[in-house]
């Protein structure tokens, strides 16, 4: 079964420093998420990608994160610099299309903890 | 302002009895929604979907009512099963959107 892959699992950094996390969906999906869940609480969308181009990163604090899929398939975000309030799972979800009722499907999630 | 509410943090259930986990939106566009089961150290794997059309989906032991007049979806696990402790998220999206609010979770705990 295909499945969204993300890498690292874990990432333990310290502020100021920079971070990457990668995602790679599953092949053909075309829409793109990436989420931050905090201990306790639900996933909240940073940003959603369709193929290559950004179409809602509303929730995306830019001033120290960015995020970008290039060729329509595989995505980075970053955090640079990283400050404590960033700890948190970071996950990536894929779906065939950003039309309305297409189920997402999850990664495994990248776990950061900024010390 | 959180649109999507699990007021309930845990929920604690004898095995082969029923769970129910609930779950209220505030926003009336809402028209398609979603739980999602999450075991630690993993990411949400999606259990089951109900459009705004329908007030019942069923799929096997899992059941999603949706009573859009109370803005309220529940899910219904018949019978419980020990793998079945995990935590539960609901979530809603807007049709031409796919952008899913999620609910705080609800960590279900069904004791063998």
């Known amino acids: 079964e295909a499945e969204v892959a993300q890498s690292p699992r874990y990432k333990i950094t310290e502020k100021s420093q920079a971070v990457a996390f990668w995602c790679d969906p599953i092949?053909?999906?075309?829409?793109l998420y990436w989420y931050r869940q905090i201990l306790g609480q639900g996933p909240e969308l940073l940003v959603q990608?369709?193929?290559?181009?950004?179409?809602?990163d509303s929730q995306l604090p830019k001033d120290r994160f960015s995020a970008e899929r290039l060729k329509g398939v595989d995505s980075t975000l970053k955090i640079q610099p990283a400050e404590l309030g960033d700890s948190a799972m970071y996950l990536c979800?894929?779906?065939?299309?950003?039309?309305?009722?297409?189920?997402?499907?999850f990664g495994p999630g990248t776990r950061l903890l900024v010390l | 302002d959180q649109q999507v509410k699990q007021n309930s943090p845990s929920l604690s259930v004898q095995e082969g009895r029923i769970s129910i986990l609930n779950c209220d939106y505030t926003n009336s566009m809402f028209d398609y929604f979603l739980w999602y089961k999450k075991y630690p150290a993993e990411g949400p794997t999606f259990l089951i979907s109900i459009s705004s059309i329908k007030d019942k989906n069923e799929d096997g032991r899992f059941t999603v009512f949706l009573n859009k007049s109370a803005k309220h979806l529940s899910l219904h696990i018949v019978p419980s099963q020990p793998g079945d402790s995990a935590v539960y998220f609901c979530?809603?999206?807007?049709?031409?959107?796919?952008?899913?609010?999620f609910g705080s979770g609800t960590k279900l705990n069904v004791k063998p």
């Open positions: 092949s053909g999906h075309a829409t």
């Open positions: 990608f369709q193929d290559e181009s950004v179409v809602d």
């Open positions: 979800a894929s779906s065939l299309s950003r039309s309305g009722q297409e189920t997402q499907y």
């Open positions: 979530a809603a999206s807007v049709d031409n959107f796919n952008k899913f609010y």
